[in-house]
């Protein structure tokens, strides 16, 4: 995963969320909080509450797009096509989809829960929010509505992946802790 398309070529109107359509992803709030915006969401991802949320979308007339699953490989294309990913989750371990749009160079949004907030830090390389549509929306429309922040977190969140979540580098960290230890 990594920054394909020049920041300017993105959606101007869209917002994206990948990931499993289930109540800890806490996606009912999120589309709430796009309701009350000018923005556009597609989601990609499959779940138990797909359904459930097609309806609510429907009830408070969002613009919703369910893009259902898309393979890993293509995912990429995806995440380059956006400006800024949300991902409002009650809980998360290690955020995989999060350090996805990150390497994409998406401006990033999450709630401020342990796992996103291991990798967040507040205003540098992303915002964290609460997981109620106020603080979602807010974060949304300020982000959305300043280009230079976008580009600024953008920025940072691939520096941020390069410098702590590259394969080679993590590898190598590794394999010195286990010479270490055998050597002792």
Same mark, same amino acid.
């Given at each position: 995963?990594?920054?394909? +398309?020049?920041?300017?070529?993105?959606?101007?109107?869209?917002?994206?969320?990948?990931?499993?359509?289930?109540? /800890?992803?806490? +996606?009912?709030?999120?589309?709430?909080?796009?309701?009350?915006?000018?923005?556009?969401? %597609?989601?990609?991802?499959?779940?138990?509450?797909?359904?459930?949320?097609?309806?609510?979308?429907?009830?408070?007339?969002?613009?919703?797009?369910?893009?259902?699953?898309?393979?890993?490989?293509?995912?990429? %294309?995806?995440?380059?096509?956006?400006?800024?990913?949300?991902?409002?989750?009650?809980?998360?371990?290690?955020?995989?989809?999060?350090?996805?749009?990150?390497? $994409?160079? $998406?401006?990033?949004? $999450?709630?401020?829960? %342990?796992? &996103?907030?291991?990798? +967040?830090?507040?205003?540098?390389?992303?915002?964290?929010?609460?997981?109620?549509?106020?603080?979602?929306? /807010?974060?949304? #429309?300020?982000?959305?509505?300043?280009?230079?922040? /976008?580009?600024?977190?953008?920025?940072?969140?691939?520096?941020? +992946?390069?410098?702590? $979540? %590259?394969?080679?580098? &993590?590898?190598?960290?590794? #394999?010195?802790?286990?010479?270490?230890?055998?050597?002792?």
């Amino acid at each position: 995963f990594k920054k394909k +398309i020049n920041h300017s070529n993105r959606y101007t109107n869209k917002i994206l969320f990948v990931g499993r359509l289930t109540k /800890q992803k806490n +996606i009912e709030e999120l589309i709430h909080a796009i309701s009350e915006t000018k923005y556009e969401l %597609d989601i990609i991802g499959e779940g138990e509450d797909r359904a459930k949320l097609i309806k609510l979308a429907k009830k408070f007339n969002v613009k919703v797009n369910f893009l259902g699953t898309i393979e890993n490989h293509i995912l990429v %294309d995806y995440y380059n096509r956006y400006k800024l990913f949300v991902l409002p989750s009650f809980v998360e371990g290690n955020p995989k989809s999060l350090l996805e749009a990150m390497a $994409c160079g $998406c401006a990033v949004i $999450c709630s401020n829960v %342990d796992g &996103n907030n291991s990798v +967040i830090k507040h205003g540098i390389n992303g915002y964290l929010v609460g997981t109620n549509r106020s603080s979602i929306k /807010q974060a949304i #429309i300020k982000i959305m509505e300043n280009e230079k922040l /976008q580009l600024m977190l953008s920025n940072n969140s691939i520096e941020y +992946i390069t410098e702590f $979540c %590259d394969l080679h580098k &993590n590898l190598s960290t590794e #394999i010195k802790i286990y010479n270490n230890l055998l050597n002792e």
